[in-house]
C-alpha cells in the first residue's frame, strides 16, 4: 500500500485493486485493518489506534482514498462526503475525479457528447447486490449525476475522466453500463473483457478542505502500471489534463477537478 499523505489528522492512501475498505469477512484484509496496524507500528502504540472511514472505494477500485486519524477529522470530512452533521469549520465539499475505461465508442455508438452529465434515479437490488436505475417512480430511488470527459476512443474502448456530483453506490459503474457502456473487467454490470487488475476505474483526483486548517488539499494517485499494460493504449496523465482543459466545461482548471 503506498501512502499519499499522512498527518496528525490524516492518512491518505493509493488503494490497490482487491482490497475492501472495510468490512470484509474475517481474514480478509481491508484498508481498515491495513491501516491500524500501519498505524501501530509506525507510531509504536501499543493500544487501539483510531481510523475513520469517511469514503470508501470499491473492492476492484484503485487509487486515491482519505482516512481520517481523529475523531474531530473525522466527524469533518464525512461532512465534506455528504454525511450528516453540521460545522461551522466546514465550508466545501469533497470533489473526487476518476478515470475509467468503458466498452465500446461512447460518441459512435451511443451518441453522447464528448463532454457532458449523466442523470439517473437509481435504488438497491439488495438480492443482486447491486444497484438498478429505475424506469418508473420508486420511494427508495435517489439521484445519480455525474459530469463526464472523454479522453479518448477507438472502436473497442473510451477513456474517460468522471466528476461525481452525488455519490450513490456503484454510481459511475451503473451509470455508464446503463446505456450499454460497462467498464472494461466489471462482470457484475455486464461487462465481456478481462482488465489486468480489477476493474478499469480509478479514484485519480481528490480534493478535501483539511479538517483542521482550513485549507484546501488536492491529492493524486497516479494510474496503476496494469493499465499500461493492459491491450489499450492510455494517454499519459499530462495530455489528459489537456484534454480537460480543452473539451470539458465543467473541469476546473485551478483546482483541477
Keep these: 500500500m503506498k501512502v499519499l499523505y499522512e498527518d496528525n489528522h490524516?492518512?491518505?492512501?493509493?488503494?490497490?485493486?482487491?482490497?475492501?475498505?472495510?468490512?470484509a469477512e474475517p481474514g480478509i484484509q481491508t484498508v481498515h485493518g491495513w491501516a491500524t496496524d500501519y498505524?501501530?507500528?509506525?507510531?509504536?502504540?501499543p493500544g487501539n489506534v483510531f481510523v475513520g472511514v469517511v469514503?470508501?472505494?470499491d473492492q476492484l477500485t484503485t487509487g486515491v482514498l482519505v482516512l481520517a486519524r481523529t475523531s474531530k477529522a473525522a466527524s469533518r470530512l464525512a461532512i465534506q462526503f455528504g454525511g450528516?452533521?453540521?460545522s461551522k469549520k466546514v465550508s466545501t465539499r469533497a470533489r473526487k475525479l476518476y478515470l475509467a475505461m468503458v466498452a465500446g465508442d461512447l460518441e459512435k455508438d451511443s451518441g453522447l457528447p464528448r463532454s457532458g452529465t449523466l442523470t439517473d434515479s437509481v435504488f438497491k437490488d439488495d438480492p443482486s447486490h447491486r444497484m438498478r436505475v429505475a424506469r418508473h417512480p420508486r420511494s427508495d430511488a435517489q439521484?445519480?449525476?455525474?459530469?463526464?470527459?472523454?479522453?479518448?476512443?477507438?472502436?473497442?474502448?473510451?477513456?474517460?475522466a468522471v466528476r461525481l456530483l452525488t455519490g450513490r453506490k456503484h454510481?459511475?459503474?451503473l451509470q455508464f453500463a446503463d446505456r450499454g457502456h460497462p467498464i472494461l473487467g466489471d462482470t457484475k454490470y455486464g461487462s465481456c473483457s478481462r482488465f489486468p487488475c480489477g476493474v478499469a476505474l480509478h479514484s485519480?483526483?481528490?480534493?478535501?478542505?483539511?479538517?483542521?486548517?482550513?485549507?484546501?488539499r488536492l491529492f493524486n494517485a497516479s494510474l496503476p502500471r496494469a493499465w499500461q499494460e493492459s491491450p489499450f493504449s492510455?494517454?499519459?496523465e499530462s495530455s489528459i489534463e489537456s484534454t480537460l482543459i480543452a473539451d470539458a466545461d465543467w473541469y476546473d482548471e485551478e483546482s483541477k477537478i
Design 204 to 216: 485519480w483526483r481528490l480534493l478535501i478542505e483539511h479538517p483542521t486548517k482550513s485549507e484546501m
Design 10 to 23: 490524516l492518512l491518505v492512501i493509493d488503494k490497490p485493486a482487491g482490497m475492501p475498505t472495510m468490512g
Design 171 to 173: 454510481q459511475i459503474r
Design 234 to 236: 492510455v494517454p499519459s
Design 143 to 160: 439521484e445519480a449525476r455525474l459530469n463526464y470527459c472523454v479522453i479518448d476512443r477507438s472502436a473497442a474502448r473510451t477513456l474517460v
Design 84 to 86: 450528516p452533521g453540521k
Design 39 to 45: 498505524l501501530k507500528r509506525r507510531y509504536q502504540k
Design 55 to 57: 469514503s470508501r472505494l
